[in-house]
């Protein structure tokens, strides 16, 4: 699925389109934090990590998002944000930490029924072995990253945003620390010298133009799916 800042462009996106957000903060820091279960400890030795991430996205248990129509997954984040907003049994959510989250976990869903499928189907006409498809997709996906890292305009504003996040439990799915550590490995991925040969040469099946387009659609599309 997309890396942080896909998600993050999106996030800024929405705001520049007028998302009724008060903390930015929270909303930047919910935009990528449903991928905090990757800092869960031990969670590959204990051979949970699909398991777990299914489920801080919001998946029925047992489903495959696959397995979901795209209307249908909108639906169940829509209920998600309306049975999260109030206080119910005394768990007061934050309000924009919870919209970045649904944001978040909807990217996913856009980014799965296009830049997901249109690399596959470039991929599979390439010839290339496929059990190479999970390398080379993480390679382009490292690559665009680390360009919208280093070009978008709003990225240091968007960091002093994270670096000022207050980190709490989410609901049954994420602890504060979890949140903590995996806001601070995006606050230093990009720079850290030991990342840097992942953002070595130029991508082949995804390109910058296709994300710059997925963002604005899904922006468009988040307007009018999203309740807020």
Not at 84 to 107: K, P
Not at 158 to 165: A, E, P, R
Request: proline letters at 4%.
């Amino acid at each position: 699925m997309p890396l942080p800042m896909v998600h993050l462009s999106v996030a800024k996106k929405l705001i520049d389109t007028g998302f009724p957000i008060n903390d930015l903060s929270m909303f930047f820091l919910g935009s990528i934090s449903p991928d905090a279960i990757h800092m869960r400890q031990d969670i590959e030795q204990q051979g949970i990590a699909r398991q777990s991430k299914m489920i801080t996205h919001l998946l029925p248990l047992g489903k495959e998002r696959a397995d979901i129509e795209e209307s249908a997954y909108i639906k169940i984040v829509n209920e998600f944000i309306r049975a999260n907003q109030c206080t119910t049994n005394q768990i007061v959510v934050n309000r924009d930490f919870l919209l970045g989250y649904a944001v978040h976990v909807l990217t996913d869903v856009y980014w799965e029924n296009s830049i997901w499928r249109k690399f596959k189907e470039e991929y599979e006409k390439s010839g290339v072995p496929i059990e190479g498809q999970r390398k080379a997709y993480y390679s382009d996906t490292d690559i665009i990253d680390y360009i919208l890292y280093k070009e978008a305009p709003w990225q240091n504003n968007i960091w002093q945003h994270l670096q000022n996040s207050k980190y709490f439990d989410f609901l049954d799915l994420l602890s504060a620390k979890e949140i903590e550590l995996w806001s601070e490995r995006v606050l230093n991925f990009y720079d850290s010298p030991e990342n840097q040969y992942k953002f070595k040469g130029e991508s082949k099946f995804i390109t910058q133009s296709d994300i710059e387009s997925f963002v604005s659609v899904c922006v468009d599309a988040m307007g009018k799916d999203v309740v807020v």
